[in-house]
């Protein structure tokens, strides 16, 4: 039972420290300009990929506090670990090679790659 609430500790003190993030990011005076739609036809799609980085990150954050806590093994925390590394590159990706992106969607875009490559 420990181990579980080692896994469960850590994913939820991952969940609170992006809540304060996105907390920041809504009361930021950048968050209030206009900014103009962004195009996103593409395959996958912009939006899409919003949705599953953030779920696959806190599923890598718990599959690493689980191999911390010898509930499963190497090989899911570092097989999935590349799956999201596809994901979050590809999302950035997607923004900074268009255009039309606002300057604050690139600048957090380059936030996020950064702190990608940190990683691996």
Known sequence: ??????????????LIFASAILFAV?????WREQVT???DGG????????ILAPASVVLQVALGAAYRQNLVGLVPHVSWAFVTTIIVLAAAAIVLT???S??????WS???LCATLLQV
């Open 98 to 100: 268009q255009d039309a």
């Open 43 to 50: 395959w996958p799609s912009l939006r899409s990929l919003a």
């Open 102 to 107: 606002p300057r604050a969607l690139r600048r």
């Open 110 to 112: 380059v936030a996020l």
């Open 1 to 14: 039972m420990g181990a579980v609430w080692g896994v469960a500790k850590a994913v939820s003190l991952h």
């Open 37 to 39: 739609p962004l195009e």
């Open 26 to 30: 809504w009361t930021s005076k950048s």
